[in-house]
T-cell receptor, first 118, second 115 residues
Framework: GAGVSQSPSNKVTEKGKDVELRCDPI?????LYWYRQSLGQGLEFLIY????????KSGLPSDRFSAERTGGSVSTLTIQRTQQEDSAVYLC????????????????FGPGTRLTVL | DAKTTQPNSMESNEEEPVHLPCNHS???????IHWYRQLPSQGPEYVIH???SNVNNRMASLAIAEDRKSSTLILHRATLRDAAVYYC????????????????FGKGTKLTVNP
C-alpha cells in the first residue's frame, strides 16, 4: 500500500518568508510525528499527534514553528519568518501505537522535505 | 530517555557479516532496544527490536548482552544496499503510553559496504 508521502520534496525560500510543509500519513494510522534532520545530524523530534489527544509540542524549537493535523489525517508544519538555521530535512512519520502494536511502535517515515533558507 | 553510544562509522566488505555495536549502560528494566536504519536520501526504516532475548528477522539479528547494557545488530551478509546510518534507540513502551511516543535518535553508525 501507499506509504507516508510528503510535499514538496524540496523547498528553497528566502530568509523571513513563511513556509508550509505537508505530510500525508498512511491511511488508518492514528499517530503522526514530525522530526527534522540537520546536515550530518541525527533526527530531532518536533511534534507528535495521537488521535484526539493534545499534541506533544515539546520538541518545537521556537514559536515560529507550528503544526496542525486536520481530520486526524493530513498534517501541515508551518515555519514563520524562516531563518537560515531552519535549513534541514523535515521528516514525517506515522503509526498506530495501540495494543498490541505499541510494544513495537514501528514508525513509518516519509522521504522528507529538504528546506533550504537562503 | 536512556542514552546509547555507537561508533561513528564502520566499514565492511560485501558478502561478509557485519556486527554493529551499541552501548546502553543506563538501560532500565522496561526499555526495549530498537534499531532503525536510514538509507541515503530516505527516511529511517525499522529494522528490529528486542527486550532480553536475541531476535531474528528477515533483515537482521539482534544479540542482547545478558546484563542488557549492550547489544549488537548483526547483518549476516552485507550487501551494497545495506550501506546506511544505523540507529540504536531505547524506548520504554509503558511510559510512552502515558506520554509521547517520540523516538530519540542519536547520530548512529554510518556503515560503508565495499564491493
Amino acid at each position: 500500500g501507499a506509504g507516508v508521502s510528503q510535499s514538496p520534496s524540496n523547498k528553497v525560500t528566502e530568509k523571513g518568508k513563511d513556509v508550509e510543509l505537508r505530510c500525508d500519513p498512511i491511511s488508518g494510522h492514528t499517530a503522526l510525528y514530525w522530526y527534522r534532520q540537520s546536515l550530518g545530524q541525527g533526527l530531532e523530534f518536533l511534534i507528535y499527534f495521537q488521535g484526539n489527544s493534545a499534541p506533544d509540542k515539546s520538541g518545537l524549537p521556537s514559536d515560529r514553528f507550528s503544526a496542525e493535523r486536520t481530520g486526524g489525517s493530513v498534517s501541515t508544519l508551518t515555519i514563520q519568518r524562516t531563518q537560515q538555521e531552519d535549513s534541514a530535512v523535515y521528516l514525517c512519520a506515522s503509526n498506530n501505537p495501540e495494543p498490541p502494536l505499541f510494544l513495537v511502535n514501528e514508525q513509518f517515515f516519509g522521504p522528507g522535505t529538504r528546506l533550504t533558507v537562503l | 530517555d536512556a542514552k546509547t553510544t555507537q561508533p561513528n562509522s564502520m566499514e565492511s566488505n560485501e558478502e561478509e557479516p557485519v556486527h554493529l555495536p551499541c552501548n546502553h549502560s543506563t538501560i532500565s528494566g522496561t526499555d526495549y532496544i530498537h534499531w532503525y536504519r536510514q538509507l541515503p536520501s530516505q527516511g529511517p526504516e525499522y529494522v528490529i527490536h528486542g527486550l532480553t532475548s536475541n531476535v531474528n528477522n528477515r533483515m537482521a539479528s539482534l544479540a542482547i548482552a545478558e546484563d542488557r547494557k549492550s547489544s549488537t545488530l548483526i547483518l549476516h551478509r552485507a550487501t551494497l544496499r545495506d550501506a546506511a546510518v544505523y540507529y540504536c534507540i531505547l524506548r520504554d513502551p509503558i511510559s510512552a503510553q502515558g506520554g509521547s511516543e517520540k523516538l530519540v535518535f542519536g547520530k548512529g553508525t554510518k556503515l560503508t559496504v565495499n564491493p
